[in-house]
């Protein structure tokens, strides 16, 4: 299988056609749609339009999953909306045929003890667990037949509960791993320059 090269939606290119146009110059097969920005929230986009655009330029998008996605949440209200956005997103997915939808692991609340942080996900992992694992089968059911993988980056530092976690979603086929090399490049440079006096 072919190796892809792709960019992500970038701050400076506020239209999708822009970064079409950039990707296009640098030779690139895609770009990651980029959740958290509000030009690309999906009630503003239309798939039909981006179909057109992904035609005309032969090139794919992978889409990333706001930072922000939180289906653990303890409030039922607040996870229901997250969930939501995922399922809109996978729909989304489908009627662009976008192969990728990037995720991160959300850290959740947690209470600064003297000498240590409690999470809450980790106190309460049971109930952490409960939540992924019907967020994993609903997205089984979305997703269906279709070639969509939802990736989990690679960010910050995992948990122990994040890793139970991503244990529990990776039992799915529709689940796998995305090796970020911009965060961890990032990750070492700060430590890097941590050691220079």
Not at 152 to 167: A, P, R, T
């Amino acid at each position: 299988m072919p190796i892809h090269f792709g960019m992500p939606t970038l701050i400076e290119s506020p239209s999708l056609m822009q970064s079409f146009k950039l990707c296009t110059e640098l030779g690139l097969d895609f770009i990651e749609l980029n959740l958290n920005l509000p030009e690309y929230q999906l009630e503003n986009i239309e798939a039909s339009s981006v179909s057109r655009m992904l035609a005309e330029t032969g090139k794919y998008l992978s889409i990333h999953l706001d930072e922000n996605l939180n289906v653990c949440d303890f409030n039922s209200v607040v996870a229901e909306a997250y969930l939501n956005t995922v399922l809109h997103t996978i729909e989304f997915a489908k009627n662009i045929n976008a192969p990728i939808i990037n995720m991160h692991m959300f850290d959740g609340v947690y209470f600064t003890l003297p000498g240590k942080k409690v999470y809450l996900f980790a106190q309460y992992q049971e109930k952490y667990l409960d939540k992924l694992r019907f967020f994993r089968d609903i997205c089984d059911k979305a997703i269906g037949e279709n070639d969509i993988t939802i990736c989990i980056e690679n960010c910050g530092e995992y948990q122990s509960f994040h890793k139970q976690g991503i244990d529990l979603l990776l039992e799915s086929v529709h689940f796998a791993l995305t090796y970020d090399i911009g965060h961890d490049f990032y990750r070492i440079f700060q430590r890097q320059t941590r050691l220079i006096p």
